[in-house]
């Protein structure tokens, strides 16, 4: 049994103007795409071929002699979430538990924001910004390359952001910055985070 590629979430030229259809042509079509087929050629055979995707990220986390397995298998469960993370017509303010509960523990949206905004652009290199949920409570985190905190205990992941130089490049060029502003203005998918907090209550 190995993994597929899951198709996007929408058609590839649903985010532009913000995110192009080349953009998604390659970091889906091609990145996303080869971190699947190297973890299936990875799993060819180990001790961990036939076990979920989640199981394989949180099994090969921090051990050395699997790097690789866990570098792709990583990527494609980030990935995944991260298509997830935005929608066409995204942006806006999120609703119910998923907005007091930001406002509980941000002091607000626009405070929450500024800290999401600020774990992306200062998360050196390539990584992730993350919305999670930790002990009842609302987190930042940010993570570099491949991490994950799916691998943290008791950390249910609600939102990220790829920050990696493919994620943007091709319609910010070297505006990390610009690229995250776009995000939360007009990508962000709350109803996924929402979806994902309810689920984890
Ligand atoms: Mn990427």
Avoid at 52 to 62: I, N, R, T
């Amino acid at each position: 049994m190995s993994f597929t590629l899951p198709a996007l979430p929408y058609a590839q030229d649903a985010l532009a103007p913000h995110i192009s259809a080349e953009t998604l042509d390659f970091h889906h079509g091609k990145h996303h795409a080869a971190y699947v087929t190297n973890l299936n050629k990875l799993l060819d055979g180990h001790e961990l071929a036939g076990k979920s995707l989640e199981d394989v990220v949180k099994a090969s986390a921090g051990k050395a002699d699997m790097a690789g397995i866990f570098n792709n298998a990583a990527q494609v469960w980030n990935h995944t979430f991260y298509w997830n993370s935005m929608t066409p017509n995204g942006g806006g303010a999120p609703s119910g538990d998923l907005a007091s509960m930001i406002e509980r523990d941000f002091g607000s949206l626009d405070a929450f924001k500024t800290a999401f905004a600020t774990a992306g652009a200062t998360q050196f290199g390539s990584g992730w910004a993350w919305l999670v949920l930790k002990d009842g409570k609302l987190e930042i985190r940010k993570t570099g390359n491949a991490e994950t905190p799916i691998t943290e205990a008791g950390v249910t992941p609600l939102l990220t952001m790829d920050v990696w130089e493919h994620a943007y490049y091709v319609d910010f060029r070297n505006r990390r910055p610009d690229y995250i502003a776009t995000f939360l203005s007009d990508l962000v998918n709350w109803d996924f985070a929402a979806a994902n907090l309810a689920a984890a209550k």
